[in-house]
């Protein structure tokens, strides 16, 4: 039980922060502005944001029921990520942690544009909208959100064989900013520049200390399992 509970901890995590890294945090910033247009209703910016999240969580569910139940239904592919995954889980976290320490990096495009059409689009469905721009943007991936999702909540959800649930902890997570912003937004302007500067400071610290630990965590895990050191 304390294995699953750390599961849905670290899902949370990773959500968290992969919703205040630079590129999807620029996403984020498009959802708080097309949010933000009510400011003179409270309630219906809160709601507005809340969309947004829902549509993240919806899609990274979707996302993961799809990648995980096809990945455990082929017998011989699942029988060979039983064999082979704690074998690939340390090499794996050391390269998600040189993403997040920028020692590699990828030139992928900032994902954070929203074209003029599908701008009209999402402002002809009004209040609804905020729930399609939390779908698209959800799959906007860039190098640091990719690395995330696929290099490490995705193994974590395939150990224990939740495809539905830690993806949709994850996509919750990932919408926070968009929730916390649209209150700001409705109590001042002021408010969401002072939280958008703590936000950018806090990320910085907690994706590099985040990058040591998997680097740390990984380099551990290639020694004991991989190479059968004891330590």
């Not at 193994?155 to 926070?176: M, N």
Request: with cysteine; proline share 4%; glycine share 12%.
């Amino acid at each position: 039980m304390s294995e699953l509970v750390l599961a849905f901890v670290s899902a949370f995590w990773l959500g968290v922060l992969t919703s205040i890294s630079p590129c999807p945090l620029a996403t984020n910033v498009a959802a708080m502005s097309f949010v933000g247009r009510r400011v003179g209703n409270p309630r219906k910016v809160f709601w507005a944001g809340s969309l947004y999240t829902a549509g993240r969580a919806l899609t990274y569910g979707l996302l993961g029921v799809v990648l995980v139940s096809s990945l455990l239904s082929a017998p011989a592919l699942s029988n060979a990520l039983q064999k082979y995954m704690n074998l690939a889980l340390g090499p794996l976290m050391i390269l998600v942690g040189m993403v997040l320490l920028e020692m590699i990096t990828f030139s992928m495009g900032s994902g954070g544009g929203m074209g003029d059409a599908f701008r009209r689009k999402i402002e002809k469905m009004g209040f609804w909208g905020a729930g399609l721009l939390g779908i698209v943007f959800a799959l906007s991936f860039c190098p640091t959100s990719a690395a995330l999702f696929f290099g490490s909540l995705i193994p974590l959800a395939l150990k224990q064989e939740s495809g539905l649930a830690l993806p949709t902890v994850y996509g919750i997570a990932t919408g926070l900013p968009v929730l916390l912003f649209a209150v700001l937004i409705a109590m001042g302007a002021s408010k969401v520049a002072k939280a958008y500067d703590r936000i950018v400071a806090f990320e910085h610290w907690a994706r590099k200390i985040t990058g040591a630990i998997f680097i740390l965590v990984g380099l551990y895990y290639s020694l004991t399992l991989v190479f059968g050191v004891s330590l």
